[in-house]
């Protein structure tokens, strides 16, 4: 049985570790509200690309574009987003798993791109070949930064590196709940977005074919950037999720340790209880 100097210990350590689980779910609470909102915002100039796509599109009679070139598939590139850092339930390991199984059902030769050090660190030691890597991302992304990956995916593309590539991240639906997505980035299939209304009519000036060159890089850049809003708002999510468990586990601890204490407590005074009645009988 652990003597009561051990328990105080403990039970002081289990306070400690309570009171980091829960400033870390404070602060993944504060990041993903500031997420969320920029998510909202970002959303209806997404939407009207991809809708505008869909229509310029339709527009053409002839789809001759480099990003709309369907190949030969023989190689195939993952572009995955995952976390730097870990405390963030399954979010990390769902990607993973997710790449992981496409890659197994692919008969194909597959590469990576990858966002977060998780995800980099596992496929490096699976020896996959990773092209690209980008650690450290910023807890707020910018356009910016999707720019510059979507820049990256379409030369790669554009150079015929890769027939098709596919983007893997966590779509943010609530606190409680997030999935996992895989969607096709290159080629473009534009019969795979929604269109918009029917009585919507567009004129494009100098031409159609023009928009559509403008608009196509456009679309790619305003995907990645989404998944990059929704993937960091998923890791805080989850993160905040796993902290809030966590604290109430220490919490359960303290009290099953605080029980303990007192039961050795009451041990021990029962036992010098004893020890004083025995002395006293046998000084009688």
Do not use: W
């Not at 527009?59 to 070139?69: G, Q, T």
């Not at 995916?153 to 983007?167: A, C, N, S």
């Amino acid at each position: 049985m652990k003597s009561m100097r051990d328990i105080k210990r403990q039970i002081a350590s289990v306070k400690n570790t309570k009171k980091i689980t829960k400033a870390m779910k404070l602060v993944a609470a504060a990041k993903l509200r500031r997420l969320q909102e920029r998510a909202e915002n970002a959303k209806p100039f997404f939407e009207k690309t991809r809708k505008t796509l869909v229509n310029v599109t339709s527009k053409i009679d002839n789809r001759l574009h480099p990003l709309l070139e369907e190949r030969d598939v023989k190689k195939v590139c993952y572009f995955l987003i995952t976390g730097d850092r870990g405390l963030a339930g399954p979010y990390n390991n769902r990607v993973i798993k997710k790449v992981e199984t496409s890659i197994q059902a692919d008969n194909q030769e597959n590469n990576l791109v990858t966002i977060g050090k998780k995800g980099r660190d596992y496929f490096r030691r699976q020896d996959v070949e990773i092209i690209s890597e980008y650690l450290e991302l910023d807890d707020s992304p910018t356009f910016h930064n999707a720019a510059n990956f979507a820049q990256e995916i379409i030369d790669l593309y554009r150079q015929e590196v890769f027939d098709e590539i596919y983007l893997v991240y966590t779509d943010f639906k609530s606190v409680i709940s997030q999935e996992v997505k895989k969607i096709k980035l290159l080629p473009v299939d534009p019969d795979d977005i929604e269109p918009e209304d029917a009585g919507t009519r567009y004129l494009y000036e100098p031409s159609a074919g023009e928009v559509l060159s403008v608009v196509l890089p456009q679309y790619i850049k305003n995907i990645l950037f989404s998944a990059l809003l929704q993937s960091k708002a998923s890791e805080f999510a989850s993160r905040m999720t796993a902290m809030d468990s966590a604290t109430e586990n220490a919490e359960e601890m303290i009290e099953d340790l605080t029980l303990s204490y007192n039961r050795a407590r009451q041990a021990a005074i029962t036992q010098e209880l004893s020890e004083i009645v025995g002395g006293a009988e046998a000084l009688e």
